[in-house]
T-cell receptor
C-alpha cells in the first residue's frame, strides 16, 4: 500500500530535549516536505527536499533541521524544542517534474513541548 | 506570493442540506487541490482541478474551477455526518509539482 508513515504519532517532551520525528514514504517520490498545522494559521511549510541531499527552507524553518540521506526518509529534528513548537506536524511526499501531482500526507504527529 | 482564502471559516449544517465552500486565490491557479482532514488526523486527497471551467465529482462532492482560474468551489449535496471535518484547498504556486500552499481551512459540522 502506497503510504507516508510518521513516528511517533504522539509525543510529549520538555523544553530543550532533542527529538526526531521520522517520516518514510514507499512511493519513490522525489519531493518530501514537513508542515506544521496550528489553529488559525493553517498548514505552513517548515522544510522541503527535492531529492536526496537536497533540502531547503520553507516558510517557518526556525528551530528545525532536516536531512535527506535516503530517498524514502526525511526526518525532522528539533535540536532544542520550545513550547512554541507545540503543534501538529505532517510529512508529505509527491513526484516532481510533472504538472500537478497529488501530494500524499502522513497521519500526523502531535507534539507537545512543556 | 500567492495566497489562498477560504470561506466560510466554519459551517454548521443540518444533515441532508447542501453546502458550498469557496477558495479564492490572489493569483492565477495552475492547479487546485482539495483535501479533507478529520480532526487531528492526516489529509485525505479529494480532487485536483487544472483547467479553467473544469468540474469533477466524487460521490456527493463536486468541485469546480472558474474560467479565470482564480476561484474554486466545493459543493456537497445532501450532507451526511461522515462529511464532517476540515476542508482545505491547496495550490502549487510554482506549477512544477512539490510545494503546496494551503488556505486556512473550512470546518464543517453536520448535525444529525
Amino acid at each position: 500500500e502506497a503510504q507516508v508513515t510518521q513516528n511517533p504519532r504522539y509525543l510529549i517532551t520538555v523544553t530543550g530535549k532533542k527529538l526526531t520525528v521520522t517520516c518514510s514514504q514507499n512511493m519513490n517520490h522525489e519531493y518530501m516536505s514537513w508542515y506544521r498545522q496550528d489553529p488559525g494559521l493553517g498548514l505552513r511549510q517548515i522544510y522541503y527536499s527535492m531529492n536526496v541531499e537536497v533540502t531547503d527552507k520553507g516558510d517557518v524553518p526556525e528551530g528545525y533541521k532536516v536531512s535527506r540521506k535516503e530517498k524514502r526518509n526525511f526526518p525532522l529534528i528539533l535540536e532544542s524544542p520550545s513550547p512554541n513548537q507545540t503543534s501538529l506536524y505532517f510529512c508529505a511526499s509527491s513526484l516532481i517534474g510533472q504538472v500537478q501531482n497529488e501530494q500524499f500526507f502522513g497521519p500526523g504527529t502531535r507534539l507537545t513541548v512543556l | 506570493s500567492q495566497e489562498l482564502e477560504q470561506s466560510p471559516q466554519s459551517l454548521i449544517v443540518q444533515e441532508g442540506k447542501n453546502l458550498t465552500i469557496n477558495c479564492t486565490s490572489s493569483k492565477t491557479l495552475y492547479g487546485l487541490y482539495w483535501y479533507k482532514q478529520k480532526y487531528g488526523e492526516g489529509l485525505i486527497f479529494l480532487m485536483m482541478l487544472q483547467k479553467g471551467g473544469e468540474e469533477k465529482s466524487h460521490e456527493k462532492i463536486t468541485a469546480k474551477l472558474d474560467e479565470k482560474k482564480q476561484q474554486s468551489s466545493l459543493h456537497i449535496t445532501a450532507s451526511q455526518p461522515s462529511h464532517a471535518g476540515i476542508y482545505l484547498c491547496g495550490a502549487d504556486p510554482y506549477n512544477q509539482g512539490g510545494k503546496l500552499i494551503f488556505g486556512q481551512g473550512t470546518e464543517l459540522s453536520v448535525k444529525p
